[in-house]
Every structure is written in structure tokens, then in C-alpha cells.
Antibody
Framework: EVQLVESGGGLVQPGGSLRLSCAVS????????MHWVRQAPGKGLVWVSR????????SYADSVKGRFTISRDNAKNTLYLQMNSLRVEDTAVYYC????????????????WGQGTLVTVSS | DIQMTQSPSSLSASVGDRVTITCRAS??????LNWYQQKPGKAPKVLIY???SLQSGVPSRFSGSGSGTDFTLTISSLQPEDFATYYC?????????FGQGTKVEIK
């Protein structure tokens, strides 16, 4: 059974740091595109970052570029999001999600999500 | 980045109603369009991918259509468990973007 379990959220002051973890089971994290998506309270979904399955190349939304770093530990089958220089506007539930990718067509979508972890940035 | 605009932002409907939600992209995304359902406090769940392909396990009352810039999600006969927020999402470009959501409420 595929499962994604996020942890590491909490309350942090502006300018602080947090590291989110996403422990996966039922598949190998390095074989899939893995994403972080966030949702501010009462708002919509926003893509944050992606780690590709090939060697681990990465992409980031402009709003977090230079502050957030996505990584993975293949031995622990875990995805991470290191968040530095946090701002009030980073307050959100952070989801990790698996990207299903069809190589022949290039189509892709999120087929599995974690339950989310809440990050609150406030003084 | 490609902007995705959904309409309406919310709607009220009754059980058994046919419901249609539209999604417009700021530029052509061919059929790189997915639809998700999200219930309060829960993670989103994919309903439709590639504009019109029904995800395994999703009831057949859900359908999607469109290509280019204009897309539609249709629920043929609304059921009590369908009251939720629906999001479209494009996956053509590196930056995946979502619509702002459509909340389907009970009339």
C-alpha cells in the first residue's frame, strides 16, 4: 500500500528555519517525481518544489527559490524540504505528493498525497 | 507562469443535479490538464487526468473534456459525497499551476 507521511511542521518565528520530512512506503522515492505543494489557510493549492527521478534534479517556485531546498534520502526512502528565512506568507499546510509520469506521452499528475503538515510562521 | 482560472468560484446545487465547472488556461496547454477533489481537512484526490481520462476507482459520473485553453469538469448526477472543492491543474510546464478552486455546496 502506498503511503506518504509528512512531519516536521510547527510554529516558527519569521526568519527561522524548519525541515519537513515525508516518509514514504509502498514505493521507492527515487523512482518517482516527488513534489511539495502548500495550501495557506482557507486558500488554494500552490506548487512549491519538485525532485525528479533522474539523478535528483530539482525545480522551485519563484516565491521560495533560494530559501527552500528539496532533497531525498534513498536509504530512508524519505523526501525532505529544508525551509530557511521563513516569512509570514509561508504559513500553510505542506503536502508531499507523488507525481505519476507517463514517459511516452509526457502526461503527469499527482496520484498520491500525504496528509499534510502545518507550518505557522509568526512572531 | 501559466495562469489557470476556474468558474464559478462557488456554486450551490442539489443532489441529483448536473454540475459543470470550467477552467481556462492563459495559454494553450493541449490536454495537460488534471482535476482534483478536496474535502475539508483532507488532501486532494485526482479525478481526471490528461483532460478526459478517469482515474481508476473514480465514479463514472465524473467526466472531463476540453483541449487548448478551455476545459470542463462535469458531474452528471451530484451525490452527497461530492460536496467539496474542485481544482484544475496544468502539468505542461515546469511550474505546475492550479486554478483557484470551485466550492460545491449543498442548496
Amino acid at each position: 500500500e502506498v503511503q506518504l507521511v509528512e512531519s516536521g511542521g510547527g510554529l516558527v518565528q519569521p526568519g527561522g528555519s524548519l525541515r519537513l520530512s515525508c516518509a514514504v512506503s509502498g514505493f521507492t522515492v527515487s523512482n518517482y517525481w516527488m513534489h511539495w505543494v502548500r495550501q495557506a489557510p482557507g486558500k488554494g493549492l500552490v506548487w512549491v518544489s519538485r525532485m525528479y527521478s533522474d539523478g535528483g534534479s530539482t525545480s522551485y517556485a519563484d516565491s521560495v527559490k533560494g530559501r527552500f531546498t528539496i532533497s531525498r534520502d534513498n536509504a530512508k526512502n524519505t523526501l525532505y524540504l529544508q525551509m530557511n528565512s521563513l516569512r509570514v506568507e509561508d504559513t500553510a499546510v505542506y503536502y508531499c505528493a507523488r507525481g505519476k509520469f507517463y514517459e511516452n506521452s509526457g502526461y503527469s499528475y499527482y496520484d498520491y498525497w500525504g496528509q499534510g503538515t502545518l507550518v505557522t510562521v509568526s512572531s | 507562469d501559466i495562469q489557470m482560472t476556474q468558474s464559478p468560484s462557488s456554486l450551490s446545487a442539489s443532489v441529483g443535479d448536473r454540475v459543470t465547472i470550467t477552467c481556462r488556461a492563459s495559454q494553450s496547454i493541449r490536454t495537460y490538464l488534471n482535476w482534483y477533489q478536496q474535502k475539508p481537512g483532507k488532501a486532494p484526490k485526482v479525478l481526471i487526468y490528461e483532460a478526459s481520462s478517469l482515474q481508476s476507482g473514480v465514479p463514472s459520473r465524473f467526466s472531463g473534456s476540453g483541449s487548448g485553453t478551455d476545459f470542463t469538469l462535469t458531474i452528471s448526477s451530484l451525490q452527497p459525497e461530492d460536496f467539496a472543492t474542485y481544482y484544475c491543474q496544468q502539468s505542461l510546464t515546469v511550474v505546475w499551476t492550479f486554478g483557484q478552486g470551485t466550492k460545491v455546496e449543498i442548496k
